[in-house]
């Protein structure tokens, strides 16, 4: 059984992302190194209501694991039924509850980063998943709604209340992505809990990932939109943990890894015209690489996989 307290330490993590951290992406990062996944939040109240679409959002391959499921919602009996249903379909290594999502569509629903403005109600819902699942119990939160000190109140209240773990995001709801996060912040609520605590936010290096493990004293890490573009992020953090000098990935590896996400993403939506969907992450691959703008323009209108894959041809012969 998987459990929170028996990772080496530091733990490093893949954030779950909506729209981005699905089985194909998970799958490709798990490819080239080893860090926990956290998966896209789904939607309790869909999976409870039967919603197909959403159940499957939660299959997973073996080969992703330890894969934490992250699912989000305000009322505690459904985040508990969803962890039943989800547990008893797909049984993924752990469940983390959304309470730092700052999109309008879900804190106006008392979702998301809303949870942070009525702790009862979140130390309800923690209490509940908990009771539903043998699996660990995580939340992934922020320092606040619009101040960041909210956060030294609620973590303990996390932790009175059972949670197995807690991810902090270093900004507030308010913030949303803009500023910067406050990882100082996120070690004083560190200090205040036992459980562990990962922090999250701005990590696009080894540099900063090492600085921030070092400056907040969290027992690890999670890194999402460092990612993006770049998986291989984990690999160099990997080295550098374990001492060894990081090797960034050769061009040709690069394709190589790229064409995999993009044949396995075809695959997973089960649709030609998903590659219109994969555009977001060619984006991410090829942005400030050399001789990559030229290709700007047709990477971002390519429909079909036998034309990205002459595409990419074309990118490597540049090389």
Known sequence: MFSWDRL?????????????????????????????????????????????????????????????????????????????????????????????????????????????????????????????????????????????????????????????????????????????????????????VSVPVLGNGDVTDTGQALDRLRSSGCDGLLIGRGALGNPWIFRELEAVLRGEAASPPSWRERLVLIRRHAHRHVEHYGDERSVITFRKHLVWYFKGFPGAKRHRTRLMSVSGLAELDGLLDEIGADR
């Open 8 to 192: 080496a330490r530091p733990v490093i993590g893949l954030a779950p992302m909506a729209d981005l951290t699905d089985s194909p992406f998970c799958r490709t990062v798990k490819d080239i190194s080893k860090p926990v996944i956290f998966r896209e939040m789904i939607s309790a109240e869909a999976v409870v209501r039967g919603n197909e679409r959403t159940r499957k959002m939660a299959a997973f391959h073996n080969d992703e694991r330890p894969i934490i499921q992250q699912i989000f919602g305000g009322d505690p009996a459904v985040l508990a039924e969803a962890a039943r249903i989800i547990e008893e379909l797909h049984a993924p290594d752990g469940f983390d509850i959304n309470m730092g999502c700052p999109a309008p569509k879900l804190t106006s629903n008392f979702n998301g980063a809303s949870l942070m403005r009525r702790p009862e109600r979140a130390m309800d819902i923690v209490r509940a998943v908990k009771r539903a699942t043998g699996r660990p119990v995580s939340v992934k939160t922020r320092l606040g709604w619009t101040d960041p000190r909210d956060i030294m109140e609620f973590a303990p209240a996390l932790e009175q209340a059972g949670v197995d773990l807690i991810s902090i995001h270093g900004r507030t709801k308010e913030q949303g992505f803009s500023g910067t996060a406050d990882w100082e912040m996120i070690g004083r609520a560190k200090s205040l």
